[in-house]
């Protein structure tokens, strides 16, 4: 039997309304606007792109948002003063500043420098550390995407044999340690696998739920899994282009041969990646109650 397809562009829409209203009874309300600035440096044409959707959706749910690119031979220290600049802004709740950055500046200084209350990626170790120990906090945004993507699906996970597959400090270990938690979409019990994995076919066919953050594309296949699993894919991989030149994209999951043992499975595009903008702009609007003191 076919899995459910678990559809991010829907749930991150659904998510979305949820926002826009939420954002117009704070300004109504309150008369506060959540503002968002984006810092780019450089001119990476995917960097340059991902920023333009995030102010994009923003600007499409009212959130004030502002755009700064900065040219690619920037020094550490005008983005700091940049960054310190935005910390200080009180119409701006919310400062992303787009990884990677260029390789002369060290990406742990300017994290660390972006005010704690204001990080609505998730990344200071001061909200780390928070969701570590399961207080209130900022989430960085792909994992509670996928927490959303769970919990609105419906998927039990209390309980459930989870792996996860990466162990970035983007993905991989802040999913796994969500997961494990006390909390809705939690009670998990994780294996975390990596390139020393001994046996990642064995980790994989006893879970009850899959979630692969690796970047290779189709590394799960379908002999790897049990019948009934839970897919979330994670990887977005280009693996050719259309003839007229756009990217042709494949998940970490070998999706069609998948998705005939899965009970839910998310495709590539349109699973994961439209929910890390949703919770960047819900971190946002969070962000902007927090500072306005609103509850
Ligand atoms: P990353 O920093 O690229 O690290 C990849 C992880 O996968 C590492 O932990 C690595 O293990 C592990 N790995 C690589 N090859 C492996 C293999 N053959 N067997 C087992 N483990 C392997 O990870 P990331 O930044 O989390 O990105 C992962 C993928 O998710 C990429 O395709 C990325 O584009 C995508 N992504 C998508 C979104 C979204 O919004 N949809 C957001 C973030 C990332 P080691 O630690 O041992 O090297």
Redesign the pocket.
Known sequence: MSATIISGTEVAKAIREELKTEVADLKEKHAVVPGLVTILVGEDPASQSYVSAKNKTAHALGIHSEQITLPADTSEQDLLATVEKYNKDKNIHGILVQLPLPKHINETNVLYAIDPDKDVDGFHPVNVGKMVLGEECFLPC?PHGILELLSRSGVETSGAEVVV????N???KPIANLMLQKRKAGNATITL?????KD?AAHCKRADIIIA????PK?VTADMVKDGVVVID????RIGKTADGKAILAG?VDFDAVKEKASYITPVPGG??PM?ITMLMKNTVQAAKQIAGVK
């Open positions: 792909t597959i990466g162990r970035s983007i993905v991989g696998c990596h390139t020393r994995t990642m953050a690796v970047g290779v590394m994670v990887g977005v991989n970490d994961v990646g890390t």
